[in-house]
């Protein structure tokens, strides 16, 4: 799940796998900003095919966060 | 008012990225408008260009960055690099409250635009990159360029068709000579080689359409002109107050001394055929520069490949210079490589400030027969001239009319 979660946002924005960390923010680990958070969600929700609440997944997400709401809402 | 300072440049053009390049190709007089490539342009009435094919080469800005903007934001931020490189600025080294932005656009990012409208249609509201909003407007590049160095100073875009970024250049002297900034990022971007945008200039009608043989379908003031060709690109310079320039030792590539604009008030479109505001604008230049008309060394001329644009044109250079006009060098070296509409501006002033240094007018091209006789047209290929003072003459639809000059230093 978490691989899958990195390499979304690492084919999306544009940035190396690497930067991605399980247990840093997004915002400390790749300066997100709140257009790529829109984007991100958006994506995630495409590959996922869940439906995620941008109010949960924010720049101070870390990728353990993302890969838990998802994998939380899978669950349902 | 008070000369300022051009202490850098920096192109991206069809006729080459960087003032080396393009200065090399400009005064060997070689064209490059070609048919267009990007996309299939072929049953567009004009489809023919001057496209910038290798900018990735030159570029310095991320593919993180690349996907949020438009290509017109893209090549101003590899002209801004150019120009603070040539100037010797590092912008870490600045008060970002002192440092401003002036860049002219005419159309916006159509591009980006073009694309995220067909996705709206295609997929809906989903399909819409979150950037569009920020990628496709004029003032795009201004943001970019600001955001990318940390600018923070007074800072503007003018959008006023294809007198856009002569206006930004005139203005930023402006506000230099009033000490609010320390220096100014000033110029102007262009990239209308889209579909969407192709197809407005079509609509237009003043494009050229002689497709077969793209390198003399562009011909201003010639006989058998038909219009004029797009072009895309962007010229940027670094402007500072004379005495900055000097205390930090700067190599100063020129001066901006006197700017002049005004309106024609006749048509939507079309210029005044009588000329008299152009002529009014050029001789505000030239007071604001405290230069007499025999001072001009150098003429650059809008030259827009349309009788009644070319003509009116010349009205107007012979109220301001009447008989001596026969004497003064005038040329429109953007028959090389396009009109890069409101970046068109700033190209002219970027080839009369290398004009001037290397005592060399570039030339225009494709005028085999002159419409009017008695003028000092530079044509096919350049010709030495020492040249001290050059006016720039840049005009948008609408009767928008706008004159600079500029001075050697």
């Known amino acids: 799940m978490k691989d899958k979660v990195k390499e979304v946002l690492a084919n999306l924005l544009k940035v190396k796998i690497e930067e991605l960390k399980d247990d840093v923010s997004l915002q400390n680990s790749i300066g997100v900003d709140s257009t790529e958070m829109v984007e991100s969600v958006i994506a995630l929700e495409k590959s996922f095919g869940v439906k995620l609440n941008t109010k949960e997944i924010t720049k101070n997400s870390t990728i353990n966060d993302i890969a838990n709401n998802i994998q939380s809402k899978l669950a349902k | ?409």
């Not at chain 2, 934001?73 to 401003?100: C, F, R, T, W």
Request: hydrophobic share 40%; with cysteine; aromatic share 8%.
């Open chain 2, 1 to 409: 008012m008070e000369k300022i300072a051009v202490t850098g440049i920096g192109v991206v053009s069809p006729s080459g990225i960087g003032k080396r390049q393009f200065w090399a190709n400009i005064k060997s007089g070689r064209s490059f408008i070609k048919q267009i490539t990007r996309f299939d342009a072929s049953k567009y009435p004009s489809h023919i260009a001057g496209q910038i094919d290798d900018l990735e080469k030159y570029s310095h800005i991320s593919e993180r960055l690349l996907k949020k903007i438009d290509p017109f934001s893209h090549m101003a931020l590899v002209a801004s690099e150019l120009a603070l490189q040539d100037a010797g600025i590092e912008i870490k080294n600045e008060d970002p409250n002192l440092v401003g932005i002036f860049l002219g656009n005419a159309i916006g990012g159509w591009l980006y635009a073009e694309t995220e409208l067909r996705d709206l249609y295609l997929e809906g509201r989903e399909g819409v990159s979150p950037y569009m909003a920020s990628a496709w407007f004029p003032a795009a590049p201004q943001g970019q360029v600001s955001i990318y160095y940390g600018i923070k100073g007074f800072s503007k875009t003018v959008v006023s068709d294809r007198a856009s970024s002569l206006m930004a250049l005139g203005y930023a002297r402006k506000v230099l000579y009033k000490n609010k900034l320390n220096m100014i990022l000033a110029g102007g971007m262009e990239a209308p080689v889209t579909p969407y945008a192709l197809l407005c200039c079509n609509t237009y009608g003043a494009l050229s359409t002689h497709n077969e043989d793209p390198q003399v379908a562009y011909r201003p003031f010639d006989q058998g002109r038909s219009g004029f060709v797009i072009g895309e690109g962007s010229g940027i310079v670094v402007l500072e107050n004379i005495q900055r320039a000097k205390d930090r030792g700067a190599n100063i590539l020129g001066f901006i001394s006197g700017y002049g604009t005004s309106c024609d008030g006749a048509d939507r479109i079309n210029p005044a055929s009588d000329g008299k505001e152009l002529a009014r604008a050029i001789n505000m230049a030239l007071n604001d520069a405290k230069a007499r008309p025999e001072d001009i060394g150098y003429i650059s001329l809008d030259g827009l490949a349309v009788d009644l644009w070319d003509n009116s044109e010349i009205k107007a250079l012979e109220i301001v210079f009447g008989n001596s006009l026969k004497d003064i060098p005038v040329s429109c070296p953007k028959s090389m490589f396009g009109n890069l509409l409101g970046a068109s501006g700033a190209l002219d002033m970027i080839i009369a400030l290398l004009s001037m240094e290397h005592s060399l007018v570039a030339p225009t091209l494709n005028l085999d027969t002159p419409v009017l006789k008695g003028i000092n047209y530079v044509a096919k290929q350049a010709r030495e001239y020492k040249v001290n003072k050059s006016l720039i003459i840049s005009r948008g639809r609408g009767g928008i009319n706008s004159a600079l000059v500029i001075e050697k230093p």
